[in-house]
Structure formats: C-alpha cells, structure tokens
C-alpha cells in the first residue's frame, strides 16, 4: 500500500507543476483542456475496471 500512496503523490506533484507551467506559457485554456481530457479518459477507466468487468450471476 506503501508504494501506491507514494507514487500518487509524485503523480499529483508532477501533475500540478505541468498545470503551472502550461498555465504560465500558454494561459490557462490549454490546462482546462488537458483536464478535460484526462477526468474522461479516468472516468472510462474507472468505468470499464469496476462496472463492465463486473461478474454477471444467473443470466
């Protein structure tokens, strides 16, 4: 569990320095752009990992 909690973190860092940076170079249209991109690509993530891959019983 240890080392999920850790690379979460990294992830998260990272993720906000990129967003601050895209931000100060290219305003903040293309950080609302990316996030956009990146809540839709994790909501059909978590979609197909926890609902499409659910077992069916009797039926």
Same mark, same amino acid.
């Given at each position: 569990?240890?080392?999920?909690?850790?690379?979460?973190? $990294? /992830?998260? #860092?990272?993720? !906000?320095?990129?967003?601050?940076?895209?931000?100060?170079?290219?305003?903040? =249209? %293309?950080?609302?752009?990316?996030?956009? $991109? /990146?809540? #839709?690509?994790? !909501?059909?993530?978590?979609?197909?990992?926890?609902?499409?891959?659910?077992? =069916? %019983?009797?039926?």
């Amino acid at each position: 569990m240890n080392p999920v909690i850790k690379f979460t973190t $990294l /992830f998260g #860092l990272l993720a !906000v320095e990129l967003g601050v940076q895209l931000a100060a170079d290219y305003g903040t =249209r %293309v950080s609302h752009v990316l996030s956009a $991109l /990146f809540l #839709l690509g994790s !909501v059909v993530f978590v979609w197909r990992s926890f609902y499409a891959m659910r077992i =069916r %019983v009797g039926g």
